[in-house]
């Protein structure tokens, strides 16, 4: 295998807009053995025509489509299909100098090597950087060091290690050894799955100081749009972190850091990706949410079933049929009559959340739900999520 050669892989859906730019910056790199691998992801768009005109032009171009299945799965059938050792992230709208892969391969020799990038948004620039500074890690008590603290934030917000696949060199065999153990379904969060669990893999990690990576900061970015899914994409990811973390020797530092960084992934999320700021308005939430689930019967008109019902307005998808409760029956909140549980039978519907916080109460009305001779598929008897763990003294923090 060619030790130089790179494999730069640009996952892209619907990137007519910027997808030129981003291919001039790769082409002209200063290092020139490369194979650049476009993996369209089901774009929609023009973005097709545009690597088929920029094929024409290199000859190390190579394209390749798949369906919609959102970045990760996008980045690993790059991966799949590259010739090279040494791997590259480009998004398709952000931009290379042009020596930043010279510069990152100087390091090559190291299992990951992680350089700074530059985040511009409206003209402006700032450096995006990681905590821990240009240095090497390598041996089993310097990378305990860096793994112990690549998820931490230092005074000025910086983690340890930035979280963002790009502007780093990565190696294919490393990448393939925890592709399995990858949860591909993620499409929020999925860059953290990657980059924590090839970390622990690593013999060696090079921190360089330079950002020769640019990255652009667009208006209406899939980071900021409306997901009614986020919660389920946001629990996936801890669940992968979590069983990654667990078999891990700094179990007991590695999960308590996870918790807290999922705790902003939450947070980030009621905010931009559900649509609303103050997470108290909602004092608890349904924490997993099922996307053929439409029609939901809530069980329970308490402080519970009071957010659970001002939290399924936020899905235009999703509708409460039915509101019951065995102590409340027949009485009105939010203009809506809450009923006897036995209004279940006259009702369709493809869910019952049970709204109640005490594991003794929700295991009783699931008992009496199965002795209603509802389908123990359709009862969801979930602890419910309270996001005032996502607060600290009322701030949104950054993410």
């Known amino acids: 295998m060619n030790d130089t050669m790179v494999a730069v892989i640009i996952p892209m859906y619907n990137s007519e807009r910027y997808l030129r730019d981003c291919l001039e910056s790769v082409l002209n790199q200063t290092h020139t053995d490369m194979e650049i691998i476009?993996?369209?992801?089901?774009?929609?768009?023009?973005?097709?025509?545009?690597?088929?005109?920029?094929?024409?032009?290199?000859?190390?171009?190579?394209?390749?489509?798949?369906?919609?299945?959102?970045?990760?799965?996008?980045?690993?059938?790059?991966?799949?299909?590259?010739?090279?050792?040494h791997i590259i992230f480009c998004d398709s709208d952000d931009e290379m100098m042009p020596d930043l892969v010279a510069s990152l391969m100087q390091?090559?020799?190291?299992?990951?090597?992680?350089?700074?990038?530059?985040?511009?948004?409206?003209?402006?620039?700032?450096?995006?950087?990681s905590a821990m500074k240009g240095a090497d890690y390598s041996g089993r008590e310097q990378m305990d060091h860096f793994i112990a603290n690549m998820m931490?934030?230092?005074?000025?917000?910086?983690?340890?290690?930035?979280?963002?696949?790009?502007?780093?060199?990565?190696k294919k065999k490393i990448i393939c050894a925890i592709a399995n153990d990858l949860d591909l379904r993620i499409r929020y969060g999925e860059d953290r799955d990657l980059l924590y669990r090839y970390v622990l893999e690593c013999d060696g990690v090079r921190m360089c100081d330079f950002a020769k990576y640019i990255y652009y900061v667009r208006d209406g970015s899939s980071t900021?749009?409306?997901?009614?899914?986020?919660f389920i994409d946001a629990n996936r990811l801890r669940d992968s972190l979590t069983k990654a973390f667990s078999m891990h020797h700094l179990k007991d530092t590695l999960i308590p850091q996870l918790n807290e960084q999922m705790r902003e992934v939450y947070l980030h999320g009621m905010q931009y990706k559900l649509g609303y700021e103050n997470g108290f308005l909602i004092p608890f939430i349904f924490p997993y949410l099922i996307s053929q689930h439409k029609r939901i019967v809530l069980f329970g008109a308490g402080k519970v079933g009071k957010s659970y019902y001002k939290y399924l307005k936020l899905f235009p998808e999703k509708k409460c049929v039915l509101w019951v409760d065995n102590a409340r029956a027949e009485t009105n909140i939010f203009g809506e009559t809450v009923h006897a549980p036995a209004k279940i039978y006259e009702t369709e519907y493809d869910a019952i959340w049970i709204a109640i916080s005490g594991e003794s109460g929700r295991s009783q009305v699931r008992r009496q739900l199965i002795e209603m001779g509802v389908e123990e598929r359709k009862i969801m008897a979930y602890a419910p999520f309270s996001t005032r763990l996502l607060y600290e003294n009322g701030n949104i923090l950054r993410k």
């Open 224 to 230: 900021y749009k409306y997901d009614p899914e986020f």
């Open 38 to 85: 476009l993996v369209n992801d089901g774009s929609t768009d023009h973005t097709k025509n545009i690597c088929e005109e920029f094929i024409e032009k290199d000859d190390r171009i190579r394209y390749m489509e798949t369906d919609h299945k959102g970045a990760a799965f996008a980045r690993m059938a790059g991966v799949e299909n590259a010739s090279a050792e």
């Open 107 to 129: 390091f090559g020799s190291y299992d990951l090597v992680c350089s700074n990038a530059i985040e511009e948004y409206n003209g402006s620039q700032s450096i995006y950087s």
């Open 152 to 170: 931490l934030k230092n005074d000025h917000g910086d983690r340890g290690l930035f979280i963002a696949p790009y502007a780093k060199l990565f």
